[in-house]
């Protein structure tokens, strides 16, 4: 069996943000690995100015290179485009692993619009991470006035694998003020060298084009 913490969204591109809070959400919750689900198009954000699929994951796995992190394309191959789906499919395809959902406050925020939200919390627990300016807005959101009667002490968050879904953890981490948006301003072509690069999955192996 192996702790998985699982932490989606578009990773346009990834960056020291993402992995800052997957190593310490790895230390604080006893994870062998932060699987990063790159995904193929996320339903709440636009098209315009998304990175084709294979330069994201060339630039995750960059980002990621020796960390107990596995950026992965998985869902290309589940053919799924929402979470619900994809942690159902998840959880078949890999029976003896344990996972966890990992998802920042702003996240948190917007969590009420996913499809079945109560669905995914009812199927493994999720940890969520403070970010600057998103704490007030993930506190008053909807889906926190279902979840707040779930949340866990910090301090047992090395139980997960032991808690009864649903259940939310909430985890202090100092603020972070890197973004994908703002490397976009700064960079709009920054996948450009990854044009001409075969991109190999690390978790299936498969080629990405």
């Not at 920042?104 to 925020?109: P, T």
């Not at 199927?123 to 979840?147: C, F, K, N, Q, T």
């Not at 002490?153 to 997960?160: C, E, K």
């Amino acid at each position: 069996m192996k702790r998985i913490g699982l932490l989606g969204g578009s990773f346009n591109p990834a960056h020291g943000g993402h992995r800052a809070i997957s190593l310490f959400a790895a230390a604080a919750l006893g994870l062998d690995e932060v699987w990063w689900l790159v995904s193929p198009g996320n339903p709440l954000k636009p098209r315009a100015g998304m990175a084709p699929l294979a330069a994201r994951l060339a630039h995750a796995r960059k980002v990621a290179r020796l960390g107990p992190i596995r950026p992965t394309a998985i869902e290309t191959q589940f053919h799924t485009r929402y979470t619900i789906d994809s942690v159902k499919t998840l959880k078949q395809r890999y029976p003896r692993h344990r996972f966890l959902w990992l998802m920042g406050a702003d996240n948190l925020a917007q969590f009420g619009q996913w499809k079945d939200w109560r669905g995914i919390a009812r199927i493994m627990p999720i940890a969520v991470i403070a970010r600057p300016g998103y704490d007030e807005a993930a506190h008053g959101s909807s889906a926190m006035s279902w979840l707040r009667r779930f949340v866990r002490p910090a301090r047992q968050s090395a139980a997960w694998t032991d808690w009864r879904t649903p259940a939310l953890v909430l985890l202090r981490f100092r603020p972070d003020p890197r973004s994908a948006t703002l490397l976009r301003q700064a960079d709009p072509l920054w996948h450009r060298e990854y044009e001409h690069k075969r991109v190999r999955d690390p978790l299936t192996r498969r080629l990405i084009v």
